[in-house]
């Protein structure tokens, strides 16, 4: 899963950091692939053509529609680039999301009063992971699969509920 926890204790204190971040299907490696594949095969249909004029009218839009599918992967790049981290200790709980484009955001609030919530509908996508408190309520890994947001909702349950929430859970 594209999400790792990391556990500290120094004495009686606990605390954990849980670090998210987008899943990467298609590694840099299988992207220089995929372009070279690409442009072998754009470059079949030219063969023919060599030292005729229709090869120089054809050649641009080749070119372009190779430049259109590295300018769109690479854009997917840069949003994937984005990642949260969420602290939980004993005194207060922190989020902090750093986007692709666009400011880095965090919210906090005391640990005994931090609540993770699932809403199942009603989000802008299926089983929405919230986490509330200080009268605020911000949403955490909505980039996740829902499986995977099934999952961190009950292990953010937990870490609340062992270092410093009575009561983690709620049901949105």
């Given at each position: 899963?594209?999400?790792?926890?990391?556990?500290?204790?120094?004495?009686?204190?606990?605390?954990?950091?849980?670090?998210?971040?987008?899943?990467?299907?298609?590694?840099?490696?299988?992207?220089?692939?995929?372009?070279?594949?690409?442009?072998?095969?754009?470059?079949?249909?030219?063969?023919?053509?060599?030292g005729t004029v229709t090869l120089w009218g054809l050649l641009p839009f080749l070119l372009l529609?190779?430049?259109?599918?590295?300018?769109?992967?690479?854009?997917?790049?840069?949003?994937?680039?984005?990642?949260?981290?969420?602290?939980?200790?004993?005194?207060?709980?922190?989020?902090?999301?750093?986007?692709?484009?666009?400011?880095?955001?965090?919210?906090?609030?005391?640990?005994?009063?931090?609540?993770?919530e699932m809403h199942p509908t009603g989000g802008p996508v299926p089983h929405y992971v919230t986490?509330?408190?200080?009268?605020?309520?911000?949403?955490?890994?909505?980039?996740?699969?829902?499986?995977?947001?099934?999952?961190?909702?009950?292990?953010?349950?937990?870490?609340?509920?062992?270092?410093?929430?009575?009561?983690?859970?709620?049901?949105?």
């Amino acid at each position: 899963m594209p999400y790792q926890w990391n556990q500290t204790r120094n004495g009686e204190d606990e605390a954990c950091e849980l670090r998210l971040w987008p899943h990467r299907s298609l590694p840099r490696r299988g992207f220089a692939l995929f372009i070279v594949i690409t442009c072998a095969m754009l470059t079949l249909p030219l063969y023919p053509l060599i030292g005729t004029v229709t090869l120089w009218g054809l050649l641009p839009f080749l070119l372009l529609a190779v430049w259109g599918v590295w300018a769109a992967l690479e854009r997917s790049y840069k949003d994937a680039q984005m990642n949260e981290e969420l602290t939980i200790d004993r005194e207060a709980v922190h989020l902090k999301r750093t986007n692709a484009r666009g400011p880095v955001q965090e919210w906090d609030c005391e640990s005994y009063w931090a609540k993770v919530e699932m809403h199942p509908t009603g989000g802008p996508v299926p089983h929405y992971v919230t986490l509330k408190g200080k009268g605020r309520q911000v949403e955490i890994g909505a980039f996740l699969s829902e499986d995977e947001r099934k999952v961190l909702y009950g292990e953010i349950a937990d870490a609340l509920k062992r270092i410093g929430s009575p009561d983690p859970v709620g049901v949105g």
